[in-house]
């Protein structure tokens, strides 16, 4: 049984060696933001805080070894994974070095590129004010030469407006000359009409009165005794 529990303790103390190694590795290659490289600083000191553990785990079995060269021997190892322990803790703080030396550096350039950038958009923005100023003052002369057109159209829509105002007035003075010519033309007509069946009356009594008179004349004569 103690054979299995020594065995299970150096499968995770191998574990923990190879998961700090490996962010280690992660560490080294770490160029930012700051809160990467610190969230892997504390993976990694938790993992050496778990194989801690496990060596003095280890170290206490071998010295509840019966045998006392298994004891030897797991003191051995111990030893072993220690001094192991402590090269990744160097590796550690030289790969933290490197990664704030790399930080920095991309922090200084992106100061500089802001800077640059800067410039540049200063000068893009100059450059767009000036066209659109220009634009805004070539919008204004269409505006200017479009109302031009307006009023020019205007003028002459006023000019026409004008001339046939004129031109209705005439008309109607002369419906009105005309209107008054057909009106006496009409009075004419119904007076002459008047007059020839006044005419025609006249001219029909005389008839009467003259085949009237015939008829007494002849009466006279050919019947003198009625």
């Given at each position: ?38 969230e892997l600083n504390c993976k990694v000191k938790d993992r050496f805080s778990r ?176």
């Amino acid at each position: 049984m103690a054979d299995v529990h020594v065995r299970i303790c150096e499968q995770e103390i191998i574990k923990y060696d190879l998961e700090i190694k490996a962010l280690i590795q992660d560490i080294s290659e770490c160029t930012g933001p700051q809160s990467e490289l610190t969230e892997l600083n504390c993976k990694v000191k938790d993992r050496f805080s778990r194989l801690r553990q496990r060596i003095q785990d280890l170290e206490q079995m071998g010295r509840e070894q019966d045998k006392e060269s298994d004891k030897l021997a797991l003191l051995k190892e111990v030893e072993a994974h220690r001094k192991q322990m402590l090269s990744n803790q160097t590796a550690w703080r030289k790969a933290n070095l490197a990664s704030n030396l790399a930080i920095d550096k991309l922090e200084k350039e992106e100061l500089l590129d802001d800077g640059g950038t800067t410039a540049r958009q200063r000068k893009l923005t100059k450059e767009s004010l000036a066209q659109t100023s220009s634009d805004i003052t070539e919008s204004l002369m269409s505006i200017s030469r479009m109302m031009s057109q307006q009023v020019q159209q205007s003028e002459e829509t006023i000019s026409t407006l004008a001339t046939s105002s004129r031109t209705v007035l005439e008309t109607n003075e002369e419906f009105k000359t005309m209107t008054g010519t057909i009106q006496l033309g009409r009075k004419l007509i119904t007076k002459y009409n008047r007059r020839e069946l006044t005419d025609k009356l006249l001219i029909f009594l005389a008839l009467a009165l003259f085949l009237a008179t015939v008829l007494y004349i002849l009466k006279k004569r050919l019947f003198p005794f009625l």
